[in-house]
């Protein structure tokens, strides 16, 4: 069984953990101070890290066979969604520029999958 026909089996199970290490990471009280001083070119490096995270999202609607418009919109209601949490917690800081870097990750995962879908060989062998 090749990789890919693996990760295609198990995509339930890894979208899960997916989800679940990210509502960690927001709801956790982890102290990221250290983070919020690295820049990179003109802005805080967590705000890559907040994009970087939501990428997979759209390979993951792939995965799932989900309707791509649909799970976009899931996508950005998730990754707002996520960082309002923060909002409501009193332990964790509430970031606008978090949210944009999620949504923007959002953006960018499917900027990626059309890249990678358009350039990706048909297979009609099924």
């Known amino acids: 069984m090749k990789l890919f026909d693996k990760i295609k089996l198990h995509s339930k199970w890894l979208f899960a953990t997916y989800v679940i290490v990210i509502l960690l990471f927001v709801t956790l ?16 490096g967590d705000y890559f890290l907040h994009a970087v995270t939501f990428i997979p999202w759209a ?49 960018l995962g499917f900027i990626a999958f059309g890249l990678f879908h358009f350039y990706l060989p048909q297979n009609n062998d099924k």
Not at 29 to 44: A, E, G, M, W, Y
Not at 72 to 95: H, P, T, W
């Open 29 to 44: 009280p982890i102290n990221t101070v250290s983070l919020n001083t690295v820049t990179i070119i003109s802005f805080r």
């Open 59 to 107: 390979f993951f609607g792939w995965l799932l066979r989900r309707k791509m418009v649909y799970w976009f919109i899931v996508g950005v209601i998730f990754a707002g969604g996520v960082e309002g949490i923060q909002y409501l917690l009193s332990y964790r800081a509430f970031n606008i520029n978090d949210m944009i870097g999620n949504i923007i990750g959002v953006v």
